[in-house]
């Protein structure tokens, strides 16, 4: 799309033609596999100094005192030996916070009983939504019950909410943490949509062959 001549994006025209862009993404590399120092574990060693780039640049962000952590999804086809934890990524996240009392929100793919304990543990207020089968043994109030008590407690504000069975906007109360959740994860919301638009697809080269076979 980029070389698209209905577009005229000449920066990418003029850098370099469509094929060229194929081929160096083809074959791309950042380190001399040659140059490898024996008995290396480092899973990452072939993207090593991008990696550290990108976090040198990363612990040069102001930490604010709202913030959120989200997850982002990349299609891989083939193995991978790197694994993480997902509490854990928080937790090594959050190290960096240096305030005295700091507000960190997340959706469910993080929210784990476990963690909301440890982050208030270090003064971090932490605000999240959450599955119930990750919340084992919590005493939530059912569905039913929390219907009758209305939406909350606190400070509410009235927003626009579409009702499908009408096909109408209907205005109704919402509760501050809501509020201050969807403030804050906002953002990450879009950042997910905009790279949702312009994701490159990479096939590796083993499903490449399995899809010729």
Request: net charge positive.
């Amino acid at each position: 799309m980029y070389w698209d001549s209905a577009l005229h994006l000449d920066l990418f025209v003029e850098s370099m033609s469509r094929e060229r862009f194929f081929q160096l993404r083809s074959n791309f590399h950042v380190v001399d596999n040659l140059a490898r120092p024996e008995n290396c574990k480092d899973k990452l060693y072939k993207v090593r100094p991008i990696y550290d780039c990108i976090r040198r640049r990363c612990l040069e962000l102001q930490i604010e005192e709202e913030l959120c952590v989200d997850e982002q999804m990349i299609l891989f086809k083939g193995r991978l030996g790197v694994k993480q934890y997902w509490s854990s990524i928080v937790l090594n996240l959050v190290e960096r916070i240096n305030r005295e009392h700091a507000y960190l929100y997340f959706d469910n793919f993080f929210t784990t009983f476990n963690l909301l304990e440890i982050l208030k543990i270090k003064n971090i207020y932490a605000a999240g939504t959450a599955r119930l089968r990750r919340m084992p043994n919590v005493p939530f109030t059912s569905d039913k019950d929390l219907k009758k008590k209305g939406r909350g407690c606190g400070s509410q504000d009235e927003v626009q909410h579409r009702e499908k069975s009408r096909k109408t906007y209907v205005s109704v109360s919402r509760p501050e943490v809501v509020c201050r959740y969807n403030h804050a994860m906002g953002g990450v919301d879009k950042i997910d949509m905009l790279i949702g638009m312009y994701r490159i697809f990479i096939k590796s080269r083993k499903w490449i062959c399995f899809i010729l076979r």
